[in-house]
């Protein structure tokens, strides 16, 4: 059938539909109550709140309320917020295609609610407008669309279950009707049977954000913030559905414009929308990871269990930008080929879930050990109102458990966070470098636990040598030797903007010797974080940051950087962290320009004219004697050794990087979204989200005032790290 014939056809088909399920004229309405008389009749109510019949308008002690109809309402004020109760009509029939309400009050899915019930089920709920102090008590009209419950009884029933501040329900003028109620539509719910693995809902960028609830068997189970597109969305994301499979779950959203085609459009389906797209689209980060839709940004839970590089991260699953922070959740076995596995802990009663640490159990201190297996057990801040620490755990580093005793250490000050534990063998300790602002400063605090989910504060880590604090945010706190010497051990203490403090640790304090030192020298870098439990083989400190590209147009945003080794070199300031990448990324060089030795003299052609590429790594060490300025361009990206100040210049932006016995190395990786340079033994690592023209494929290279020797100089092309389905 041509597709333009369809439409009138399903029309016809529905209306077919409707016919038989109403009558075929519009019906006048039917009043369910409107809450005019002395007392509540044949409804019954329990407790107190609700008094024996309805009020008369504002309460004594309440702002006024307005918006209700005629002269009486439903108002559970009755004795002021605290006091409590139910209020239930007698059984009616459904016969008109909505049922229409006025409500006010406060805002409380669980105990302040309007709910139509049907078989003893809750089959839809609509609470209040106020969860914080100020807000009004006005009634604003609101309906739910009951046309799937054509013919069955149903009773409604107001629950106030609440107490302190609106605590309380405004309810009135309750009644059927098949005229499509005006306005946005409040609380419009659809219901869907699952049958895939997920719901794609419809994304703007940019549009009002409208509260999404997903109610199984009536409960609601996941609640986020979504810019929903009423029409033609950017992009889709993917709710995972699958634990709800053969199960009808609801979809609610707390408002929704008239004619919105947000909740119609949900579709389901096994795999991502435009999966075929998937890590090839133009502006993803080819070796650097990113999430397959939705925002990332800080590292979390970076630990290697199991044979697994674990990278959790803060994701908006449901968003281009910031909110609902979940942890998602990726493994690689190699740090370069990184698979993404979901979303593992959701926001929940205690709030989003902001970021934190994992590390493995070994001595199973926590009890969440089974059948002998060590836990990985998850160190994170659930910032609600208190801001506090919690715990989930796993024995097979897929699913995870929250701890039922949550939270494990209370909010101190609020937004204390981004919790980061390790194990201390020396002292048989458990260690948490803690973020709070203590008397209106940034401080880390830190404490000892045995079994971690006991904690006692043992310490608190301010300012610099002069008392200025620098340390803010996602604190890491780690041992490494000076220049690899295992008798020389310093500790490290580092926040976001990875400024740290080196100094000694004997499991009870930190004793700072050199402090607000400074860590990258890029842009863009920001929460990194360390793995924890590297097999003691390994021997080396690994740390990913946030890399802040934004990738406009694409159904994600932000990445991480590539995996650095730290290392501390002894310099004549002190040790010092040095920034180096990880060498299994050379597992992703497809071909290979050695160009070996070369000197290269002031105007000389470019003798890089020849190469091309687009995912690149360029490997130099060069002595500049008397030249003033080697220039590389890669893609059109200048990346600029400016030798009187010995500094390296990268896409205009300048860091020192200092000589060293008259040699600067230089190891650059270019990405679709981002360069990462590092130079002189790692003390100068440039991180730098830019973007190179897609077309612009070139390299050149080209020295001033003097003749360059290279004793090194290669450059290789490399090949995309995600794998190719
Ligand atoms: C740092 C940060 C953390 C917090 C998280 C929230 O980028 O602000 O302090 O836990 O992001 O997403």
Same mark, same amino acid.
């Given at each position: 059938?041509?597709?333009?014939?369809?439409?009138?056809?399903?029309?016809?088909?529905?209306?077919?539909?409707?016919?038989?399920?109403?009558?075929?004229?519009?019906?006048?309405?039917?009043?369910?109550?409107?809450?005019?008389?002395?007392?509540?009749?044949?409804?019954?109510?329990?407790?107190?709140?609700?008094?024996?019949?309805?009020?008369?308008?504002?309460?004594?002690?309440?702002?006024?309320?307005?918006?209700?109809?005629?002269?009486?309402?439903?108002?559970?004020?009755?004795?002021?917020?605290?006091?409590?109760?139910?209020?239930?009509?007698?059984?009616?029939?459904?016969?008109?295609?909505?049922?229409?309400?006025?409500?006010?009050?406060?805002?409380?899915?669980?105990?302040?609610?309007?709910?139509?019930?049907?078989?003893?089920?809750?089959?839809?709920?609509?609470?209040?407008?106020?969860?914080?102090?100020? /807000?009004?008590?006005?009634?604003?009209?609101?309906?739910?669309?009951?046309?799937?419950?054509?013919?069955?009884?149903?009773?409604?029933?107001?629950?106030?279950?609440?107490?302190?501040?609106?605590?309380?329900?405004?309810?009135?003028?309750?009644?059927?009707?098949?005229?499509?109620?005006?306005?946005?539509?409040?609380?419009?719910?659809?219901?869907?049977?699952?049958?895939?693995?997920?719901?794609?809902?419809?994304?703007?960028? /940019?549009?009002?954000?409208?509260?999404?609830?997903?109610?199984?068997?009536?409960?609601?189970?996941?609640?986020?913030?979504?810019?929903?597109?009423?029409?033609?969305?950017?992009?889709?994301?993917?709710?995972?559905?699958?634990?709800?499979?053969?199960?009808?779950?609801?979809?609610?959203?707390?408002?929704?414009?008239? /004619?919105?085609?947000?909740?119609?459009?949900?579709?389901?389906?096994?795999?991502?929308?435009?999966?075929?797209?998937?890590?090839?689209?133009?502006?993803?980060?080819?070796?650097?990871?990113?999430?397959?839709?939705?925002?990332?940004?800080?590292?979390?839970?970076?630990?290697?269990?199991?044979?697994?590089?674990?990278?959790?991260?803060?994701? =908006?699953?449901?968003?281009?930008? !910031? /909110?609902?922070?979940?942890?998602?959740?990726?493994?690689?076995?190699?740090?370069?080929?990184?698979?993404?596995?979901?979303?593992?802990?959701?926001?929940?009663?205690?709030?989003?879930?902001?970021?934190?640490?994992?590390?493995?159990?070994?001595?199973?201190?926590?009890?969440?050990?089974?059948?002998? *297996?060590?836990?990985?057990?998850?160190? $994170?801040?659930?910032?609600?109102?208190?801001?506090?620490?919690?715990?989930? $755990?796993?024995?097979?580093?897929?699913?995870?458990?929250?701890?039922?005793?949550?939270?494990?250490?209370?909010?101190?000050?609020?937004?204390?966070?981004?919790?980061?534990?390790?194990?201390?063998?020396?002292?048989?300790? !458990?260690?948490?470098?803690?973020?709070?602002?203590?008397?209106?400063?940034?401080?880390?605090?830190?404490?000892?636990?045995?079994?971690?989910?006991?904690?006692?504060?043992?310490?608190?880590?301010?300012?610099?040598?002069?008392?200025?604090?620098?340390?803010?945010?996602?604190?890491?706190?780690?041992?490494?030797?000076?220049?690899?010497?295992?008798?020389?051990?310093?500790?490290?203490?580092?926040?976001? =903007?990875?400024? $740290?403090?080196?100094?000694?640790?004997?499991?009870?304090?930190?004793?700072?010797?050199?402090?607000?030192?400074?860590?990258?020298?890029?842009?863009?870098?920001?929460?990194?974080?360390?793995?924890?439990?590297?097999?003691?083989?390994?021997?080396?400190?690994?740390?990913?940051?946030?890399?802040?590209?934004?990738?406009?147009?694409?159904?994600?945003?932000?990445?991480?950087?590539?995996?650095?080794?730290?290392?501390?070199?002894?310099?004549?300031?002190?040790?010092?962290?040095?920034?180096?990448?990880?060498?299994?990324?050379?597992?992703?060089?497809?071909?290979?320009?050695?160009?070996?030795?070369?000197?290269?003299?002031?105007?000389?052609? =470019?003798?890089?004219?020849?190469?091309?590429?687009?995912?690149?790594?360029?490997?130099?060490?060069?002595?500049?004697?008397?030249?003033?300025?080697?220039?590389?361009?890669?893609?059109?990206?200048?990346?600029?050794?400016?030798?009187?100040?010995?500094?390296?210049?990268? =896409?205009?932006?300048?860091?020192?990087?200092?000589?060293?016995?008259?040699?600067?190395?230089?190891?650059?990786?270019?990405?679709?979204?981002?360069?990462?340079?590092?130079?002189?033994?790692?003390?100068?690592?440039?991180?730098?989200?830019?973007?190179?023209?897609?077309?612009?494929?070139?390299?050149?290279?080209?020295?001033?005032?003097?003749?360059?020797?290279?004793?090194?100089?290669?450059?290789?092309?490399?090949?995309?790290?995600? *794998?190719?389905?």
């Amino acid at each position: 059938m041509n597709p333009s014939l369809k439409r009138p056809f399903i029309a016809a088909a529905l209306a077919l539909f409707t016919a038989t399920a109403f009558a075929t004229h519009a019906a006048e309405d039917l009043l369910i109550a409107d809450f005019e008389g002395a007392d509540y009749g044949t409804w019954k109510a329990t407790g107190e709140a609700f008094g024996s019949g309805p009020a008369r308008g504002t309460l004594p002690g309440q702002m006024p309320v307005e918006g209700f109809q005629g002269k009486g309402l439903v108002n559970s004020f009755r004795g002021g917020d605290d006091t409590t109760g139910t209020l239930e009509s007698p059984p009616f029939r459904i016969d008109r295609r909505y049922l229409a309400f006025l409500i006010g009050g406060g805002k409380n899915e669980q105990k302040l609610a309007l709910q139509l019930v049907v078989d003893g089920r809750v089959v839809r709920s609509a609470t209040g407008p106020n969860d914080r102090n100020g /807000g009004s008590e006005a009634l604003a009209p609101e309906s739910w669309d009951v046309s799937d419950l054509a013919g069955r009884m149903a009773s409604v029933r107001i629950v106030d279950d609440a107490k302190g501040g609106w605590g309380h329900l405004n309810v009135d003028h309750l009644r059927q009707t098949d005229t499509r109620p005006q306005g946005p539509r409040i609380n419009a719910e659809r219901s869907i049977p699952v049958r895939s693995r997920y719901l794609h809902l419809p994304i703007r960028n /940019g549009a009002p954000k409208r509260v999404v609830t997903l109610l199984v068997d009536g409960r609601p189970v996941v609640r986020n913030d979504i810019e929903l597109a009423d029409g033609k969305p950017d992009w889709w994301a993917p709710m995972e559905v699958r634990s709800w499979q053969g199960k009808t779950v609801t979809l609610r959203v707390d408002r929704l414009p008239a /004619g919105s085609r947000a909740l119609a459009s949900i579709g389901q389906g096994d795999t991502l929308k435009n999966a075929g797209a998937l890590y090839r689209e133009p502006l993803r980060g080819q070796f650097h990871f990113s999430p397959r839709r939705g925002w990332n940004n800080d590292p979390n839970g970076m630990v290697f269990y199991n044979g697994e590089y674990h990278l959790f991260f803060q994701h =908006n699953p449901y968003g281009w930008d !910031w /909110g609902n922070m979940h942890w998602g959740h990726a493994v690689s076995r190699d740090l370069v080929h990184w698979e993404e596995l979901g979303d593992k802990l959701l926001p929940d009663d205690l709030g989003p879930m902001f970021s934190g640490s994992a590390v493995v159990d070994w001595k199973n201190t926590s009890g969440f050990g089974k059948e002998g *297996k060590p836990p990985l057990v998850l160190i $994170y801040t659930a910032a609600g109102n208190p801001t506090v620490q919690c715990l989930a $755990y796993s024995t097979d580093g897929r699913t995870f458990t929250k701890y039922a005793g949550n939270p494990v250490l209370k909010q101190i000050t609020g937004g204390n966070r981004d919790p980061k534990v390790m194990w201390h063998e020396p002292s048989g300790k !458990w260690v948490m470098v803690l973020y709070v602002e203590w008397q209106k400063k940034h401080t880390i605090h830190c404490f000892h636990s045995t079994n971690l989910r006991d904690w006692s504060l043992a310490q608190v880590v301010d300012g610099d040598a002069t008392g200025k604090p620098y340390l803010f945010e996602c604190p890491d706190f780690f041992e490494l030797p000076v220049d690899g010497e295992p008798g020389r051990k310093r500790w490290v203490l580092l926040a976001a =903007n990875s400024a $740290y403090a080196v100094g000694s640790f004997d499991g009870a304090r930190f004793v700072p010797e050199q402090s607000n030192l400074p860590g990258h020298r890029g842009r863009g870098f920001y929460a990194p974080q360390t793995f924890s439990d590297l097999p003691a083989r390994d021997g080396r400190r690994i740390q990913i940051g946030w890399f802040q590209t934004a990738t406009k147009g694409m159904p994600f945003n932000q990445s991480m950087t590539v995996p650095l080794e730290l290392r501390l070199l002894g310099t004549p300031e002190g040790p010092r962290l040095t920034f180096t990448p990880v060498r299994e990324l050379e597992a992703l060089r497809a071909r290979s320009h050695r160009l070996g030795s070369v000197a290269l003299a002031p105007g000389v052609a =470019n003798p890089l004219a020849a190469l091309r590429g687009e995912l690149l790594e360029v490997r130099a060490v060069l002595e500049p004697g008397d030249a003033t300025e080697i220039r590389f361009s890669l893609r059109g990206v200048p990346v600029v050794y400016d030798v009187k100040r010995q500094e390296l210049v990268v =896409n205009q932006h300048r860091a020192p990087a200092p000589l060293h016995e008259g040699l600067l190395d230089l190891t650059v990786y270019c990405d679709r979204t981002g360069l990462e340079v590092f130079a002189s033994r790692g003390l100068c690592y440039v991180p730098m989200p830019v973007q190179p023209k897609a077309d612009d494929r070139s390299l050149s290279v080209e020295v001033q005032g003097a003749t360059v020797r290279f004793k090194n100089l290669a450059i290789h092309e490399l090949r995309s790290a995600w *794998k190719r389905r």
